[in-house]
């Protein structure tokens, strides 16, 4: 009944509002595109030497992208259709969906909103350093990220910033659990000069699990950001949590953040980030306390070829079971515009897990080659 009432809604709106509609549409613009994909990885399941599987695997990407700028807000949507066969292992043939919808307002020249929705059901994480803190091998799982951030200057030298966060999450492996996270933040800035200024943030994160256990985590943290010049700058962070964990213990954690960022341009894009945090994941029933570094590069060597690396090493630990995981890895690829709407994309990847439980440790090579088109 629910898709009825939507289709007669949207019928309506066809024969009634056509020139509202036309006046909506007629300034958005688009692109779809399909792409092809040969992907060799030596270990598809990410499980120790003795248990590991090599493929050859092809995928087949249908996507689309579309939005709308204006003076004041601006709207995009972006949704692909991965689907992923492999030679050997036939039972990890799966079909992944990813869509994300952004929107921007300018309310006021004093007030600026942005709101982003992000939903992903795939059957494993496609960046090895979001694996840190979470479940290694491949499951397959649903998860619904919606963001919203409001900005207000308060006065000349003032201005605040407010985060809401809703995550969604479920998986279909039985020895998982869903898990639904909230998280607010409040974040007050000093604008001491053009090149300097300060910040005090306060951050409530709660994460409740379909088991029926629940976690909540207070970050109180203050800090600033430095430009050295125009386009490289310094922002730092650190200060405390206060964590509830899932077994009701109580307790106090550092938590501080370093990064170094420079833009010189669209062409080049520098960051370094060193990360010590405490997390509540995903699936798993724990507290993760962990430091981190990592270190990204974007550069444009010509007018048609670009290079992106990351390099990323992590240690942590769950703080009930005293699992230690460290992840250290590094992905580089080359993306070459072969026509104006066609690339070329050739990519490394490697990731390594040492465990203090050996039955979690894993080495894993992946080399891709593809090639997208636009319509």
Known sequence: MKILYIFILILNCI??????????WKGVRGDFNVGMQVEYDDNVTSTVDANKKSDLINELTLGVVFGQEGKTQSWNIKGDLIQSLFTNNTLLNNLSQYLKGNYKKE???YDRLNVTNVFTRAESISRFEDSFGENIEPFRYFRNRFNAQYERDLAKRFAMKADYMNEIY???????ADSILNKYTLELDYIKASDLFFLMEYGLTTRHYSTGEDTNLHDFLSGGRYYFTSVFYMDIRAGVSLVKTFDNQNLIEPKYRVMFIQNTNESTQISFTYQKDNSAGSARREVFDSWRISGNLYHQVLQRLAV????????????????????????????????EKANLTLAYRYAKTDSTQDSRDSVRNVVTLGLTVKF
């Open 15 to 24: 024969i009634f509002y056509p020139d509202t509609l036309w006046a909506a």
């Open 308 to 339: 992106n690396s990351t390099i990323f090493y992590g240690e942590g630990q769950y703080n009930s079971s005293g699992l230690g995981d460290t992840l250290s890895g590094g992905r580089v690829q080359l993306n070459y515009d072969i026509r």
């Open 170 to 176: 479920e998986t279909e492996r039985t020895t998982s």
């Open 107 to 109: 309310i006021s020249k």
